[in-house]
């Protein structure tokens, strides 16, 4: 689960977001939305974050994406350019960006992994381990590197002795396509089976988003497409995945696959629906509507992230989005119920429907907007004064007692 995220100088995020998914002692009123973690603390099983357009909440999202990204995909050779347009607008591109995320796999230990970029090369990137040792918490590094002198500079803990044992792992390090990508996707499949490394890169691997790290995201109909071709190749999660459409009230009964005359043909997909008076009936997923479709895909990622054994991560953008309050109130209770959620899977959305803020307490509800010089803040509910248990977190945040919402005097 992620228990914190600190985003500096990264899309609309200038100064420092810091967004803290662990509650405080004694301020829990929702206790079954909250996870038992490492060290004793409790984590928010669900995160809203909300606020007006373009203010910021993809960016958030799309950190948390980035860091699965270097982590488990290395990235290639053309994509370090890219990184060029992270960067905070008007910002001088050589100034540095960071991101750090506190994590768990499992019971036993807190990971805290922070890297430092610029589109160049990655500055500084660590990972550190916080366990229970005795009666008393210890933090130990498990690994270091550091630009220093136009060479980098790299400290290797006895915890991963395969990865220590590497001669020349600096100059692997900046070679052209590993300068942008994290130590773990260079080196991870080179520690032991059970290796902190390995281990780390599954942990990321599983973390489910619809967020793109690097680029626009897919269109609704591209996604939607994307995932039927998935199913009809083969995919452990396609019958969770049917299960979960037939409960949406679209008259959904099975996928089907069309392949027109000629060997060079496309095939395509789509869903056969059945209703009572009407039969039976195929519709290409292009001509679906556009609530349908975006179905099809999100349904997709909650399936997958439901079924992660050890309890996986989904990060959710716009998740109303073509789709009506009822089903969106459906798809964020398969995470809230105990005997759907299984896994204590978490969630991490952003969303414009905001009647979910009643089912959440004041620790799992967060806030962005931006402010004078374009540049995200982001806040929890409970560190706006005043804000009691009691409130109604629905009616004040659309009557503007929680600040983030659309301004008329910019």
Not at 325 to 333: A, C, G, Q, R, T
Request: glycine share 6%; aromatic share 10%; charged share 25%.
């Amino acid at each position: 689960m992620i228990h914190s995220i600190k985003v500096k100088n990264y899309f609309s995020i200038g100064g420092e977001v810091n967004l803290n998914f662990d509650a405080k002692e004694g301020g829990i009123t929702a206790p079954e939305l909250y996870l038992d973690a490492p060290l004793g603390r409790k984590t928010t099983k669900i995160a809203f974050i909300g606020g007006p357009n373009a203010s910021g909440k993809t960016s958030i999202l799309r950190a948390l994406s980035f860091v699965k990204k270097i982590i488990t995909e290395p990235l290639t050779a053309k994509d370090p350019s890219r990184l060029d347009y992270m960067r905070f607008l008007g910002n001088d591109p050589k100034k540095e960006s960071s991101i750090e995320v506190c994590f768990s796999i499992d019971t036993k230990r807190i990971y805290d992994y922070k890297v430092v970029f610029t589109f160049r090369r990655i500055l500084e990137e660590q990972l550190d381990i916080t366990e229970k040792v005795e009666k008393r918490s210890s933090t130990t590094n498990v690994f270091k590197r550091k630009w220093e002198n136009d060479k980098y500079v790299v400290n290797i803990a006895n915890s991963i002795p395969n990865i220590k044992k590497i001669i020349g792992i600096g100059d692997l390090l900046d070679t052209e396509n590993n300068r942008c990508n994290s130590f773990i996707a260079v080196t991870s499949n080179m520690d032991s089976i059970n290796g902190i490394l390995r281990e780390v890169s599954i942990f990321w691997d599983n973390l489910v988003t619809n967020v793109s790290p690097l680029t626009v995201n897919d269109s609704v109909s591209m996604n939607a497409h994307r995932v039927l071709e998935k199913y009809r190749e083969g995919s452990p999660i396609k019958e969770k995945a049917k299960s979960l459409l037939k409960e949406m009230d679209i008259g959904y009964e099975s996928f089907f696959e069309f392949k027109g005359p000629g060997d060079d043909s496309p095939v395509a997909y789509g869903i056969r629906h059945v209703y009572p008076k009407s039969g039976v009936f195929d519709i290409l997923s292009p001509v679906e509507s556009t609530g349908t479709q975006r179905l099809i895909s999100i349904i997709d990622d909650i399936a997958t992230a439901l079924l992660v054994e050890k309890g996986g991560v989904a990060i959710l953008d716009d998740m109303d989005a073509f789709i009506h309050p009822d089903l969106y109130e459906k798809l964020v209770n398969y995470f809230m119920s105990p005997s759907l959620n299984k896994n204590n899977t978490q969630l991490i959305l952003c969303s414009h429907n905001y009647t979910t803020l009643n089912e959440l307490d004041k620790q799992q509800i967060f806030l962005a907007e931006r402010n004078d010089a374009g540049e995200t803040e982001a806040w929890r509910l409970d560190e706006v004064e005043g804000v009691q248990a009691r409130d109604n977190f629905y009616a004040r945040y659309m009557a503007g007692a929680y600040g983030a919402v659309p301004r008329e005097d910019r």
